[in-house]
């Protein structure tokens, strides 16, 4: 066992006034955020020069300290992109080593910055301004997603192929029509991320600690200079509340499940035994020992990741939950999780369009399929209410007896003999054929939102218009 886990070392130059001596080796290593919320430093800045420019404006600082803090940000910022700025570990977070950085930068003016402010405020407010950048990036991602789903809808408005219920062929539809059920989830997914960010962006700066602060700041100009819609209405509530970052997992969870679903149909599709797309090199891996494998890892990631986002929602909702008013170093853990669900949704997003454009459909496999499970039974029964005037009930009984003959005989509907079906009901016509063939099927499926090729074709121009 190690025998010296405390540090002799000096107390924390930034808070440490009524220390002695520092922190434990092991209390420093499970305080220490900087790793995971230097990824903050941009918009910690940015709020950091509204901070200021507002203490200057209010003449809480002078307008020479307020200059100087300006530069010496910029300088910092600069030093971070450049690649030239060194984080420490023992000073904790990102606000700390910036702060820090700024003494050494500009002089003591650098303490003037925190000046009406706590780093409770001033986390809050940077989380908040990297989420509305976050949810930006992913509204752009996942619109390319639809894009790329609309192109292959549109070229695939035409072509049938089984649609399933329970995995059981169900009725025929149209491929276009299939991809563009996703265009739709996506469309629902951005919209999600559109309404988190209305209580995104809502500025917690100049809450402070809790309870406010006695010095006559202007919260409306920070708030309008950094694009938030408003000051958070109360000082406790905006260190504390962490709803903000939890919609947002959620709204990825979500879109992590769409994802996942399609991910889990591009596999069947993909598999010989369905065979309705092929994935090009470009988006399958071999086996090391199996010559002739062709597998689908994209989407198998895509489909497993999704517990990465939920996992991620899980353990902020479990970190929030019962925790007292107001801020708590509970809360730290925040970012890890809404760090990780931005990069996980990105590569999902990225990774299906790229299999939505390399998948080439195999129209032929699809119409193979079509050609089992007695995918127009609807459709006899449906001929049966139309042109015998058969109540449905009645003809699906009707339908149900002639699939019977239909599967002793290993043979689909459309091969059934006439005679046989009068058989079993003596109104059915020859004019039956007509429905029982999968084109005819998809083509009468006109009613609003439905399979026929015809809508397809507006529904592509419509998403379009709508959603890119
Ligand atoms: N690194 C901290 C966090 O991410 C910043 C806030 C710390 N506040 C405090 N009172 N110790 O939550």
Known sequence: ??????????????????????????????????????????????????????????????????????????????????????????????????????????????????????????????????????????????????????????????????????????????FGHHLLAYVEMIGRDRGRFQDAKKRVNEMPLGAAALAGTSFPIDRNMTSKALGFDRPMANSIDAVSARDFALEFLAAATIAGMHLSRFAEEVVIWASPAFGFIKLSDAFTTGSSIMPQKRNPDA??????????????????????????????????EDKEQVFDATDTLHLMVAATAGMVRDMKADTGAMEKALATGFITATDLADWLVRAANVPFRDAHHITGKIVRIAESRKCGLDKLNLQDMKKIDARITKDVFSVLRPENAVKSRTSLGGTAPALVKEAVKAAKKKFL
């Open 1 to 174: 066992m190690a025998k010296k886990t405390v540090r002799k070392n000096k107390p924390n130059p930034l808070w440490g006034g009524h220390y002695a001596s520092g922190p434990a080796g092991i209390m420093a290593e499970i305080n220490c955020s900087v790793d995971i919320d230097r990824r903050l430093y941009a918009h910690d800045i940015k709020a950091s020069k509204a901070h200021a420019a507002m203490l200057a404006a209010k003449n809480i600082i002078s307008k020479k300290d307020g200059q100087d803090i300006q530069r010496g940000l910029d300088k910092i910022l600069q030093e971070i992109e450049g690649g030239k700025f060194k984080f420490s570990r023992a000073l904790e977070d990102v606000h700390m080593n910036i702060e820090s950085r700024l003494k050494d930068v500009i002089g003591d003016a650098a303490g003037r910055l925190h000046t009406a402010r706590s780093r409770n405020d001033q986390v809050a407010t940077d989380l908040r301004l990297w989420l509305r950048d976050a949810i930006n990036g992913i509204d752009a991602a996942l619109k390319n997603l639809q894009k790329a789903l609309l192109d292959q809808a549109g070229k695939h408005s035409g072509t049938l192929m089984p649609g399933f219920t329970h995995l059981q062929p169900a009725q025929p539809i149209t």
């Open 299 to 332: 989407a198998e990631l895509v489909r497993a990741k999704t517990g990465r986002l939920l996992g991620a929602f899980t353990t902020l909702l479990v970190v929030m939950k019962g925790l007292p008013l107001a801020y708590g170093k509970d809360m730290q």
